[in-house]
């Protein structure tokens, strides 16, 4: 299943299966992300290892799919929320290179995702609410850092018929940033998603406004997208920024691209 895999939209075809690289354990030490490995990650080297034998153990996720809610060119910006309502979110994403894991500063992370209600930006309605939609809501990209973090502020996204929570995300070099605010051209590297502990989407669906979406939630074990292997299939390590699901979460994740 993908993300047109429900009533509203016919199944794409099949893409192609490009690795994307993962770093965890020894990597995200070395890279300062400052989020532990998920639990069952793989060790991230063995005892005795040479010193500077890749500084990491790295393990590989496949692509995904772009789904049918894509708009290109959004604003550059580190926070996407337009005061849309909802659990806070702050992601922070790392981009390594693939081969050497080591972190690739002014590359662009895209993101773009559904709101509380499960709706995007651009496509209000789809899933069934009525809502302004000016086209640019839970939208935007963030150039990384020189050491390759991307950080935004969002919220934490709702659920809309068939898809599990997510965000999508894609990665992309040498893009020109317009005066107004845009951006443009440059070179696309990987589109994936991220994923959510569904534990915590557990709690915050209990909370307003996620409570007031009544369309049947798909658990992350039940999307055909998402395939039960943790943080390699882009499961973001989540952290509370508080004592209750509405105070909002940190989630951390490490992507590996190639040049």
């Not at 299943?1 to 994307?20: F, L, N």
């Not at 943790?230 to 951390?252: I, Q």
Request: net charge negative; charged share 15%.
């Amino acid at each position: 299943m993908t993300d047109t895999s429900d009533a509203r939209t016919p199944a794409p075809a099949p893409i192609g299966r490009r690795a994307v690289l993962l770093a965890t354990g020894a990597t995200a030490a070395a890279l300062t992300v400052g989020a532990a490995a998920p639990p069952g990650a793989p060790a991230a080297a063995a005892a005795g290892a040479a010193p500077g034998a890749a500084a990491a153990v790295c393990t590989l996720t496949k692509e995904m799919t772009e789904g049918p809610y894509h708009l290109d060119g959004q604003y550059v910006r580190a926070d996407v929320t337009e005061g849309k309502p909802g659990v806070p979110l702050k992601l922070t994403l790392t981009v390594v290179d693939d081969d050497t894991c080591a972190p690739i500063g002014n590359a662009l992370v895209e993101i773009w995702h559904a709101d509380a209600l499960g709706e995007y930006s651009g496509f209000v309605g789809a899933n069934g609410h009525s809502e302004p939609d000016d086209g640019t809501f839970l939208r935007g990209a963030v150039l990384t850092d020189s050491g390759g973090v991307a950080s935004i502020t969002t919220i934490y996204p709702g659920w809309y018929r068939g898809r599990c929570v997510h965000v999508h995300v894609k990665v992309h070099t040498g893009v020109t940033v317009t005066a107004d605010g845009h951006f443009t051209g440059g070179r696309e590297l990987h589109t994936g998603q991220l994923f959510f502990s569904e534990t915590v989407t557990a709690a915050v669906a209990r909370v307003s406004p996620y409570a007031a979406n009544r369309v049947t939630r798909t658990t992350l074990a039940q999307d055909s997208i998402y395939d039960d292997a943790g943080a390699s299939s882009g499961l973001l390590s989540l952290t509370a920024l508080g004592g209750s699901a509405s105070s909002g979460y940190t989630g951390t994740l490490t992507l590996g691209v190639e040049r």
